[in-house]
């Protein structure tokens, strides 16, 4: 008997397609049921059937281990096995969702929605259907996620298309992220089931990458969905030819200059720029060694105060090293970046904070901004200095920045 009993495909006619998976409330935390029609063929077509995900490309069918039962007279969804999770905790496990709830009577609002705990899964919308004798396979659209401050989309294509990207660049996130990632991309792969097991490896995902985009210094929400953030550390400033600043003229200071910039901001995108920041910050103690301010980030202040600033940005030094970077905070860090203020090394007396010529020409001898300057000339304590002498200022760079974009010191 051909195993083929029916194809149904609506994804070009929306009036043709109003079957979706649905949660209603009941006594308690509320059940989940299927609901509408494909073509006009209504839920009665795969009661008692398992019911199939297509999830793409890179794990292609997944059984859930559920089928639709008649219950109470309304088609509800059924665990085959009671050691198995139900549809949305799977669909969140596969989508590297964070973990929803399904009591609505303590439901929390605020924005953005997907945050582990606050929102509900209330809705999947079934794109197309292929029903077999012994299975049916479901595409998925949109899902609907919700609290009682609004409703937030998720693309169930798009999403996929978005965790391929991840896993393809999984080498250029954070290694801690990078595992997890992994871990979680073969254990579907390798099981042909998402469940607890998989569940599991989403919270520890989501752990690495808050902590991988607090090192980052960007804003960090606890439980947020981890994707656009996973994302995001992927992502870079739009590729633009920058000369290097060998290529420029050495009479031309001040497009020397604005080239130096131009690397800075795009040596400071990126995953290699996370793993920078995060070495920096540990190797000074989140200290500034201009002024000596420790500034960490806390459960109270999310962004720490102090960046870890560029010697020198270019590809060819080496950028990403410690010994080619600085702990400042942002204040001085701009005063750096500017040339305001210097960082000079001598043999005899160490390194030294020096106002330079710049500074002097841009603020008046009476300007509070140049006596604060002033007031951190002089040789640094070595106490704000990395206690690996390998992590120091390396002084060749220091030479070789102020000789490239002409700085007096």
């Known amino acids: 008997m051909d195993l083929e009993l029916v194809w149904l495909n609506c994804s070009t006619n929306l ?23 494909i073509d006009g063929i209504g839920t009665s077509a795969i009661l008692a059937l398992p019911l199939v995900i297509d999830a793409g ?28 999770i139900h549809i949305q905790r799977q669909l969140e496990a596969l989508l ?6 399904r009591e609505e009577s303590q439901l929390e609002g605020g924005q953005p929605v997907l945050i582990a705990g606050r929102y509900i899964l209330s809705e999947v919308e079934v794109v197309e259907l292929e029903v077999f004798e012994n299975r049916a396979v479901l595409k998925l659209g949109g899902i609907e996620c919700k609290n009682d401050s609004g409703v937030q989309q998720v ?8 965790l391929d990207r991840l896993y393809l660049n999984a080498d250029k996130l954070p290694e801690h992220v990078s595992a997890a990632l992994l871990k979680h991309r073969d254990y579907i792969v390798r099981t042909g089931a998402v469940d607890k097991g998989a569940e599991r490896l989403v919270l520890e995902l989501i752990q690495a990458t808050e902590e991988a985009v607090r090192d980052s210094g960007e804003v960090l929400i606890s439980g947020e969905d981890p994707v656009p953030l996973l994302l995001d550390l992927l992502s870079t400033l739009p590729t633009v030819d920058i000369p290097f600043i060998d290529e420029i003229d050495p009479r031309d200071i001040e497009i020397r200059r604005r080239i130096a910039d131009r690397w800075r901001l795009q040596k400071d995108r ?27 980030a806390s459960e109270a202040v999310r962004i720490p105060g102090v960046d870890a600033a560029h010697i020198v940005p270019w590809s060819e030094y080496d950028a990403d090293f410690v010994h080619n970077g600085l702990c400042l905070c942002k204040l001085h860090h701009w005063a750096f ?28 001898p009476e300007s509070s901004v140049l006596n604060h300057f002033n007031a951190l000339a002089g040789p640094i304590q070595d106490a704000r200095l990395p206690a690996k002498l390998a992590d120091r200022p390396k002084p060749e760079l220091l030479t070789r920045l102020y000789e490239d974009v002409g700085v007096e010191l």
């Open 96 to 101: 590297l969702m964070p973990k929803s709830r």
């Open 57 to 84: 490309n890179t794990f292609g069918q997944l059984p859930t281990g559920i089928r639709l039962l008649t219950q109470g007279g309304k088609p509800r969804l059924r665990l085959i096995e009671k050691s198995g």
């Open 337 to 364: 970046d500017q040339y305001l203020l210097a960082l000079k090394f001598e043999e005899v007396s160490g390194y030294e904070i020096v106002v330079t010529e710049l500074a002097k020409q841009a603020y008046g």
């Open 15 to 37: 009036m043709r397609n109003n079957m979706k998976i649905q949660k209603r409330s009941s006594n308690g935390r509320g059940e989940y049921e299927i609901a509408g029609s």
């Open 270 to 296: 990126g995953p290699s720029s996370v793993k920078f920041r995060k070495a920096v910050r540990d190797a000074y103690d989140s200290t500034c060694l201009f002024c000596g301010l420790k500034l960490v």
């Open 155 to 162: 693309d169930f294509s798009k999403r996929m298309a978005a």
